[in-house]
T-cell receptor, first 113, second 117 residues
Framework: GQQVMQIPQYQHVQEGEDFTTYCNSS?????IQWYKQRPGGHPVFLIQLVKSGEVKKQKRLTFQFGEAKKNSSLHITATQTTDVGTYFCAGYHGSSNTGKLIFGQGTTLQVKP | DAGVIQSPRHEVTEMGQEVTLRCKPI?????LFWYRQTMMRGLELLIYFNNNVPIDDSGMPEDRFSAKMPNASFSTLKIQPSEPRDSAVYFC???????????????FGDGTRLSIL
């Protein structure tokens, strides 16, 4: 079936280091969304990418959508302790009424102060 | 603006008991989703509704699980009888959507942390 694979599962970094999580789909995506879940919290929408090769930035966060629309990445520059949490990508497959949003397993980021 | 509201926040009950989780979506959103989150299986979509109609319930684990959406502002997820393996955090989310399945951003509630003893 349709899957969205996300790596790595866990990442521990020293505060100030960079962090990247990658998302891969077995099929072409219509769009991809990224969410952040703080420990004990709920997923919160960060951004949506729609166009092939699209790059969007939110302060220290850079989101990319692959040219083939099968992969995406989230890069955080100079991590801070406030970046701690689990980052999920969610890919939307299909353009018809049968399309579906599939969440990756998430990457949990720990930041050492 | 009020977000998605879920109740209860926590539920502890003995196996075999009926459990009912409640969700009030954001006003104006016409798509509603129920998810289950565990360490082992991650975030799983159980069922989603569009305009109060269940569109896809293929994620519902088994017949012990049922969900309803009697109107645009209320949905329930019921487990009867409950089992220890149902212990998880259950999230409700809502979004705008003009199609049967919405690709718009989903807004999650705070979740219900369910423990079945």
């Amino acid at each position: 079936g349709q899957q969205v694979m996300q790596i790595p599962q866990y990442q521990h970094v020293q505060e100030g280091e960079d962090f990247t999580t990658y998302c891969n789909s077995s099929t072409t995506l219509s769009n991809i969304q990224w969410y952040k879940q703080r420990p004990g919290g709920h997923p919160v929408f960060l951004i949506q990418l729609v166009k092939s090769g699209e790059v969007k930035k939110q302060k220290r966060l850079t989101f990319q959508f692959g040219e083939a629309k099968k992969n995406s990445s989230l890069h955080i520059t100079a991590t801070q302790t406030t970046d701690v949490g689990t980052y999920f990508c969610a890919g939307y497959h299909g353009s018809s009424n049968t399309g579906k949003l599939i969440f990756g397993q998430g990457t949990t980021l720990q930041v050492k102060p | 603006d009020a977000g998605v509201i879920q109740s209860p926040r926590h539920e502890v009950t003995e196996m075999g008991q009926e459990v009912t989780l409640r969700c009030k979506p954001i006003s104006g959103h016409n798509s509603l989703f129920w998810y289950r989150q565990t360490m082992m299986r991650g975030l799983e979509l159980l069922i989603y509704f569009n305009n109060n109609v269940p569109i896809d319930d293929s994620g519902m684990p088994e017949d012990r699980f049922s969900a309803k959406m009697p109107n645009a502002s209320f949905s329930t997820l019921k487990i009867q009888p409950s089992e220890p393996r149902d212990s998880a955090v259950y999230f409700c989310a809502s979004s705008h959507g003009t199609r049967a399945y919405s690709n718009q951003p989903q807004h999650f509630g705070d979740g219900t942390r369910l423990s079945i003893l």
